[in-house]
Nanobody, 119 residues
């Protein structure tokens, strides 16, 4: 079992930036971020594999969000720029065998961190 601990969420104005971090208790090839807004289903945001050769993004965040990882620290980051109100959600870190967009491929999940974007 992999423990995942997210941090970095908070309240930010539209157009602002936040950086989320997620520390994993051990190495995983696939690390990803998902999010869930109130009343909506959990959705994929971005993922990255160990080699940094696969970094899929949701269309809604392309060009604004950047996923990265520090393998030495078992940590994945999500740099979020040009934030919009519709980015408001609980953001979850996930770990699995590969960097995919499919939530079912991830076997371990963090508790989530709230991101709120105000107008």
């Amino acid at each position: 079992q992999v423990q995942l601990v997210e941090s970095g969420g908070g309240l930010v104005q539209a157009g602002g930036s936040l950086r989320l971090s997620c520390v994993a208790s051990r190495w995983n090839n696939g690390l990803a971020w998902f999010r869930q807004a109130p009343g909506k289903e959990r959705e994929f945001v971005a993922a990255i594999n160990w080699a940094h050769s696969k970094t899929p993004y949701a269309d809604s965040v392309k060009g604004r969000f950047t996923i990265s990882r520090d393998n030495a620290k078992n940590t994945v980051y999500l740099q979020m720029n040009s934030l919009k109100r519709e980015d408001t959600a609980v953001y979850y870190c996930a770990a699995g065998q590969d960097a995919t967009m499919l939530s079912g491929q991830y076997t371990n999940w963090g508790q989530g961190t709230q991101v709120t974007v105000s107008s």
